[in-house]
């Protein structure tokens, strides 16, 4: 059987309107991935210069968790250049492994994840928020020192051929929610809020069947 692979690319230069659609893009149960690239400035004794990895999500097998159906998370392995000035410098990889495994609440428009070494289920995202909404769940890291994120606004983008709903969350390091596909901050990365000198995480391409 011949297969269609549909590679997604979400970066800045998507093509977003600000009008938004009525049909809802569930979050993938299979066959999809997620790449993205960390960016950040290494200290060298004497020059600061550029460290990147680059991180690639999968979905894994079904598995049955107090009576509901969930879905694993993989990442594999993590690549990671490391510049001239870094210790230690040059190109090298990390293993990865199991990361969670998540269950879809359709009717609510709503993705729950149980985190690798962890029993309890916690909000991974929802695809329901209003503007003005506070960020809660698993990618939250609010706190009475960290100011909440909220929903600055909605729009669509325009993911191949059809336009999906995104809400934007963060102006500091410009992270977004896109229906069905996740945070373009990585997808399991917590929202940094008003930290500073975080990495800067990219969505490179979502792929789906």
Partial sequence: MKKLLLALII?????????????????PDSSASWNFTHSNICWGVFFTDQISMQV????????LI??????????????????????????????GGYMGAFRNDHANKKVYIIPESDSIEQLLYDFDMQVGDTLVG???????????????????????????????????????FIEGIGST??????????????SDIVLDCFSQN
């Avoid at 970066?11 to 979050?27: A, G, K, N």
């Avoid at 100011?147 to 410009?174: F, P």
């Avoid at 901050?185 to 975080?198: A, E």
């Fill in 66 to 95: 107090n009576s509901s159906i969930y879905h694993s998370l993989h990442l594999p392995i993590y690549n990671i250049y490391a510049g001239p000035n870094c210790w230690p410098p040059g190109n090298y990889t990390l293993p």
């Fill in 11 to 27: 970066c800045c230069h998507s093509i977003s309107l600000h009008s938004q659609t009525s049909v809802y893009h569930p979050f």
């Fill in 185 to 198: 901050y990585g997808l399991l990365d917590f929202v940094p809020t008003n930290m500073v000198d975080l």
């Fill in 138 to 176: 698993y990618l939250s890291v609010c706190s009475p020192t960290s100011m909440c994120d909220t929903v600055i606004s909605i729009d669509s983008v325009l993911v191949g051929s059809t336009y999906r709903k995104r809400w934007y969350i963060n102006s500091a390091y410009h992270v977004y």
């Fill in 56 to 63: 690639s999500y999968y979905i894994g097998m079904d598995t």
